[in-house]
């Protein structure tokens, strides 16, 4: 990347337009990442080739409730990752996270004090009354909820990414209409970038995939 661009990349981020929608990698050490959740369905004998897969297969032995179960359980720490902190120093538009955790939500409130927007739901959505207010956004589902909002199995995908809601319009007419950061993907992890780009079509501004030089994302 030239100096040129790196400078635009820099104003881009610095003129609080853009919007950061983060993987797994953004979470870990704090939380784990995609590949030690599957290595954790793998040790309860779920069988697949992807985390999708797994979810399936564990949903199928076990049940639903018992994915629930286990997702808050892993998930369901109040803590904070260095990427997390680090995220909060940068004036972004809004956020959109596929992970389950509060980890931005902790980072937020230790260094701003102030209740941060968090929107899982379609309910929530509705009562979110000032859209130019900065908020995250969990349209893949978060832990801190009374019911069950993850998107994690095949069919999730293919019911809940697919069928219209206020809340997933939104979020596909916030990533068409400014510049996105995708920061804490690895390409192993080939399915949440389908669901990312899922949103853009091909008059989006530039999207930016932000990666280690190996494009390796914590386990």
């Avoid at 801190?144 to 995908?157: E, F, G, K, V, W």
């Avoid at 068409?176 to 080939?190: D, I, T």
């Amino acid at each position: 990347m030239s100096t040129d661009q790196r400078r635009l990349v820099a104003e881009t981020i610095l003129s609080g337009k853009s919007i950061l929608v983060c993987g797994s990698g953004v979470s870990t050490p704090a939380y784990p990442g995609v590949g030690a959740l599957s290595d954790k369905f793998l040790e309860l004998g779920a069988k697949g080739n992807n985390l999708m897969e797994l979810a399936d297969s564990y949903i199928s032995d076990r049940g639903r409730e018992s994915l629930t179960r286990m997702l808050r359980s892993i998930y369901g720490v109040w803590s904070s990752s260095r990427a997390h902190d680090l995220i909060t120093m940068i004036p972004w538009r809004s956020i959109i996270t596929t992970n389950y955790d509060a980890g931005l939500l902790a980072a937020y409130t230790a260094t701003s004090r102030k209740n941060i927007p968090t929107i899982a739901t379609e309910d929530e959505f509705k009562a979110w009354s000032d859209r130019a207010e900065f908020a995250v956004l969990h349209p893949h589902g978060a832990v801190l909820r009374p019911q069950d909002t993850y998107i994690i199995s095949t069919r999730d995908y293919e019911e809940k990414l697919t069928s219209k809601n206020t809340f997933i319009d939104y979020v596909q007419e916030v990533v068409n209409k400014n510049h996105v950061f995708f920061l804490g993907f690895g390409l192993a992890e080939e399915y949440l970038i389908k669901s990312m780009y899922y949103y853009r079509d091909k008059n989006s501004p530039r999207g930016y995939f932000v990666a280690q030089s190996d494009y390796g994302m914590g386990r």
